[in-house]
């Protein structure tokens, strides 16, 4: 290999035939009289600009039926003419430093172009130098080189994530390994399960129990996840009616007398909200939008006035202590229903977290913007953070996350996508190099992600994610069975 | 005693043996080793390819007299085409300056034969063959040439050298194909005018002596001739009479030393086409030659009014941009040269202002 030119931090480099690099590759240009190297990543394979290829190609495209024949080249230096014909160009990312056998984060020296000398850097290696996986490692699968790529839990600790591809290229399985993970280093995972994909976190492919069963919590909201209204913070249940019922100003004043009135009573539940609502003395209209909204609560059964069948959150997060997940099943809850329980969730997370009642959590939101209110997106970048509630993103539409989300994420998990669209939303995420995301992304397998972020300190690194010995769930049901085939009468 | 017949092996080409003609691919590939193992540790500076007025100039030049035709001997002759199966065979040989050493030049030769048989066309090429031309080892060289009959001055410049060598190769091929064809148009790049450096006039007589005995006709076709006839272009002068048709120019040659050893015509194949000066066989009577252009027109495809089997053979004899460089990489590994960029002085001089065409 051969250093070509340098334009910005992209490099470009002459690579011979029979070297095997391809994209996603590491190389270090290695200038031995400043004994440093520099990190570059191979974004793109393309062939040199060979003078004269075009005239080689026309040459070798007429039709071998009509136009055949030999050469006799005694000296053989056609193998030379097509070696150089082969000569490829590989654009790469500078990614850093490496000095004295430790990394460094300076870009700005330059390789001497006659002296350099260029080799493969494994990832292996690279993950060593970057010091990659640390002290509490989440296995996340492996490189096209097998080597084991292990995110460190403290990289995802305190941050915000995103995972997004299009449909069925794993995103859902990178999650569950993230959550295990996570859980097995002792931390709570809070899961809001759009389509009961988590739901069977604790149970092995062949639905056996494992090791995780205990620790995962399954909760479904209207079934065994009620609480009473006596639990609920007046905060939370003006969020929960203005966000998720868009009740009007005026009428959540009057909802705040009512609660106040009754909470000073200690007379808070449903069947004495009703009444209040029915005797209290305002504005017909008022009192409609009141009713309507009380409706929509009790018809969510989310709420109970039975103390015994309530679920209290302080107590659920004891039970994580050790490490656990709750997931929050929402797949049969209906629009409403999953905006007014996010609504509960969130408010009474943030409510405990600030009490310091619970210790921080992972939050993990798949499709948010299906219940996620729109005040909540930069909440959960700036607020929610602070208070210890750490997002990672989960979606297959990468649009419909707000823009601040992907300037702000630490760490992006990305699975393929061919949409111009889509690249360019990705690429408006801060720790994404647009080239490299638009490059590489758009070439990679089923259930193999390009991982960027501070959980690779920055290099950006394709893994393929490993299997998971748990029960999919979840699953896209289907019409026709696998095995089905039909004969076709055709006439 | 048991009387044994006596079987002589079949020649696998019937060349004429009393020439040594097959040994001569020998002698140039071995011409073309010697010449190079002198080279180790010396510094290759090869020719810039994106200003490439050394490099190409062999292989585009046009080694045809221009000619004045001083009388019309006949009237246009109208051609049918005639298709027979005749085999038609193209030549061409090409060579190229890739670069300098301190002491000498390298340069490359290569040549195509392509055959049409039935619309479908085979080819076959031979080389590259690399040479480094020095003062010391030239001799050599030139004596090869004069060997087969080029003339060849001793004082001779090894820049001179490369077009001689590439016209032995192209002569020791046109024989190759003369002696092996029967019955074919054999069509050559140039003219048949003969007593020049790059045509000696006894080899190319012989050759076409050769081609007539195995009853081939050989045809030379040259791209870029000028053949005028009262100040004016042939080619003006019958835009209107509709293609294909051939008219015969009478003429003389400029130098006593020249011998025009083919009937020389303007022909013109196609109403969308060019027209070309064609060289035949004068020995050849006036019908058959006649007859060997219209088997041509018969037997090849006709583009712009130039045989395809020959725009293929210049095809595959051609150097690319992308060949030199890979002639260059096999000389500087093969034979361990340093490879050093020449300074252009002209472009040094006068940055984007030089450009080939200043003076």
Request: with cysteine; hydrophobic share 40%; glycine share 6%.
């Amino acid at each position: 290999m051969k250093l070509y030119k340098k334009v910005g931090n992209t490099v470009q480099i002459l690579s011979f035939p029979e070297e095997d690099i391809h994209k996603g590759c590491y190389l270090v240009i290695e200038d031995s009289d400043l004994n440093k190297g520099l990190i570059v990543q191979v974004i793109d394979v393309q062939f040199a600009n060979v003078p004269g290829i075009m005239e080689e190609l026309l040459r070798e495209s007429f039709d071998v039926e009509s136009v055949y024949g030999e050469d006799i080249d005694p000296l053989e230096v056609t193998s030379h003419i097509l070696y150089i014909q082969d000569t490829r160009l590989l654009v790469c990312k500078i990614h850093g430093t490496i000095e004295d056998g430790k990394l460094v984060l300076s870009n700005s020296w330059l390789p001497s172009r006659t002296r350099s000398k260029i080799r493969k850097l494994s990832i292996q290696s690279l993950i060593d130098v970057a010091e990659i996986g640390g002290n509490l490692p989440i296995h996340l699968g492996e490189t096209d080189e097998l080597a084991r790529l292990a995110v460190d839990a403290h990289t995802l600790d305190g941050k915000l994530n995103i995972i997004t591809g299009k449909k069925g290229t794993g995103k859902s399985h990178l999650s569950k390994i993230l959550v295990l993970g996570l859980i097995d280093h002792k931390a709570t995972v809070l899961i809001l399960d759009l389509n009961g994909e988590y739901t069977r976190l604790g149970l092995a492919s062949d639905g056996k129990e494992n090791q995780y069963h205990k620790r995962v919590h399954v909760l479904t909201p209207g079934d065994d996840f009620k609480v009473t209204l006596a639990q609920v913070n007046l905060s939370v249940m003006l969020k929960v009616l203005t966000h998720a019922l868009t009740l009007p100003g005026t009428s959540s004043r009057e909802f705040r007398r009512i609660w106040k009135s009754l909470h000073e009573m200690d007379r808070l539940s449903l069947r004495e909200l009703g009444e209040a609502i029915r005797g209290w003395n305002c504005n017909q209209n008022v009192k409609d939008a009141l009713f309507s909204r009380y409706y929509a609560l009790l018809h969510s059964r989310f709420f109970t006035d039975n103390a015994a069948e309530a679920v209290f959150f302080e107590e659920l997060f004891g039970k994580t202590e050790n490490g656990g997940a709750i997931v929050i099943d929402l797949s049969d809850a209906s629009s409403t229903e999953r905006q007014i329980v996010v609504e509960y969730i969130l408010g009474e997370l943030q409510e405990l977290l600030s009490q310091e009642k619970i210790r921080p959590v992972f939050f993990l939101a798949e499709e948010a913007h299906l219940y996620l209110g729109e005040t909540y997106w930069d909440d959960i970048v700036t607020r929610m953070r602070h208070f210890g509630v750490f997002t990672t993103f989960i979606t297959n539409q990468p649009n419909t996350i707000h823009e601040n989300i992907y300037r702000q994420a630490d760490n992006v998990f990305l699975f393929n996508f061919i949409n111009e669209h889509d690249l360019e939303i990705i690429s408006r995420a801060a720790k994404v190099d647009v080239e490299t995301a638009v490059s590489i992304v758009r070439d990679l397998p089923p259930r193999h992600c390009l991982v960027l972020g501070a959980a690779v300190k920055d290099f950006p690194i394709v893994v393929k994610v490993r299997e998971l010995d748990v029960q999919t769930g979840g699953e896209t049901k289907l019409f026709f069975t696998s095995g089905q085939t039909t004969e076709i009468n055709v006439a | 005693m048991i009387e044994q017949l006596h079987y002589a092996t079949t020649p696998r080409y019937n060349f004429p043996q009393q020439n040594g003609d097959l040994l001569l691919p020998q002698k140039i590939i071995e011409l073309s080793i010697r010449s190079m193992k002198d080279l180790r540790g010396e510094i290759l500076h090869p020719y810039e390819l994106d200003f490439p007025e050394t490099a190409l100039s062999e292989q585009t030049k046009e080694r045809t007299t221009p000619l004045n035709g001083k009388a019309f001997t006949t009237q246009l002759t109208p051609l049918r085409p005639t298709s027979d199966d005749t085999p038609i065979v193209a030549i061409d040989v090409s060579s190229i300056r890739i670069g300098e050493t301190e002491t000498g030049i390298l340069c490359a030769i290569r040549g195509a034969v392509v055959w049409a048989r039935r619309k479908l066309y085979r080819y076959f090429r031979l080389g590259p063959f690399p040479f480094h031309i020095n003062e010391v080892n030239k001799d050599e060289a030139i004596s090869l040439l004069r060997q087969y009959h080029f003339s060849v001055s001793g004082y001779s410049s090894p820049i001179d050298v490369p077009t001689k060598l590439c016209d032995l190769v192209e002569k020791w091929i046109q024989m190759s194909i003369c002696c092996s064809s029967n019955r074919s148009v054999i069509l050559w790049d140039g003219s048949l005018t003969a007593g020049t450096n790059s045509n000696p006039l006894d080899v190319v007589s012989h050759l076409l002596k050769t081609a007539r005995q195995r009853s081939n006709s050989v045809l030379a076709f040259s791209k870029m001739s000028k053949i005028g006839f009262l100040g004016r272009r042939i080619a003006e002068l019958f835009s209107k009479y509709p293609p294909p048709w051939l008219f015969e120019v009478q003429e003389t040659p400029f130098s006593p030393t020249l011998h025009l050893l083919g009937s020389v015509y303007m022909a013109r194949f196609r109403n969308n086409g060019y027209s070309f000066r064609l060289d035949i066989d004068r020995i050849i009577p006036v019908d058959q030659r006649i007859d060997a252009v219209q088997r041509l027109l018969g037997n090849d495809l006709v583009f712009q009014s130039y045989p395809e089997t020959l725009r293929l053979a210049h095809i595959y004899s051609t150097f690319t941009a992308s060949e030199v460089i890979g002639i260059q990489r096999y000389i500087a590994q093969k034979f361990g040269l340093r490879v050093l960029t020449q300074r252009n002085v002209r472009k040094m001089l006068f940055g984007p202002f030089g450009t080939r065409f200043d003076d």
